[in-house]
């Protein structure tokens, strides 16, 4: 089935420094890929996406990239703030019929002050 | 829209017992998900259901669980008997048709003794 590699599974920055997480995925037919952030002891919600026919996407501070030949995505956090401290989740939806969403293991992201 | 709504948001139980989860999802919203979060496994796809019908339950652990959507505003995931490897978060989700924003609940979070 499909599966969702995440790498780091802790991150710790210092404010103001840039963070990457990435992620890799093994169903070539994928067309969707969010990223969620989960503050402690709150729900995930989701903070950007991109689709398989873009390679990269930016939102203020944060940007995706996706590789669909090498089946890995990124995603980047410039001028980290404390306030971007929480667990990051990345997810595939597969192709075809499917509509689950898969995610990875999750990184911890620590910004320190 | 009050967002997806879990109930209960805490339950203490001991082995044995039988538990029900409950969501109701976004108003409108065609998919219905069930996630079970742990810190070894992550956020785990239990069940998803399109237009109250189930469509991929893989991911149901085994017999003692088992979930229903009887209508698109309601959803239960119940657990019997009870085992204390079944303490975690578990989310409810929604979307609507198309590779859109998953929008979670706020999860329930089981502890079997």
């Known amino acids: 089935g499909e599966n969702v590699e995440q790498h780091p599974s802790t991150l710790s920055v210092q404010e103001g420094d840039s963070a990457v997480i990435k992620c890799t995925y093994s169903?070539?037919?994928?067309?969707?890929f969010p990223w969620y952030k989960q503050e402690l002891g709150k729900r995930p919600q989701l903070i950007i996406d991109i689709r398989s026919n873009v390679g990269e996407k930016k939102d203020q501070r944060i940007a995706v990239t996706l590789n669909k030949t090498a089946k890995h995505f990124s995603l980047h956090i410039t001028e980290t703030q404390p306030e971007d401290s929480a667990v990051y989740f990345c997810a595939t939806r597969g192709g075809g019929a499917t509509n689950k969403l898969i995610f990875g293991t999750g990184t911890l992201l620590a910004v320190q002050p | 829209d009050a967002g997806v709504i879990q109930s209960p948001r805490h339950e203490v139980t001991e082995m044995g017992q039988e538990v029900t989860l409950r969501c109701k999802p976004i108003?409108?919203?065609?998919?219905l998900f069930w996630y079970r979060q742990t810190m070894m496994r992550g956020l785990e796809l239990l069940i998803y259901?399109?237009?109250?019908?189930?469509?991929?339950d893989s991911g149901m652990p085994e017999d003692r669980f088992s979930a229903k959507m009887p209508n698109a505003s309601f959803s239960t995931l119940k657990i019997q008997p009870s085992e204390p490897r079944d303490s975690a978060v578990y989310f409810c989700?929604?979307?609507?048709?198309?590779?859109?924003?998953?929008?979670f609940g706020e999860g329930s979070r089981l502890t079997v003794l």
């Open positions: 169903d070539s037919a994928s067309n969707y």
């Open positions: 108003s409108g919203h065609d998919y």
């Open positions: 259901f399109n237009n109250n019908v189930p469509i991929d």
């Open positions: 989700a929604s979307r609507l048709v198309g590779p859109g924003e998953l929008f």
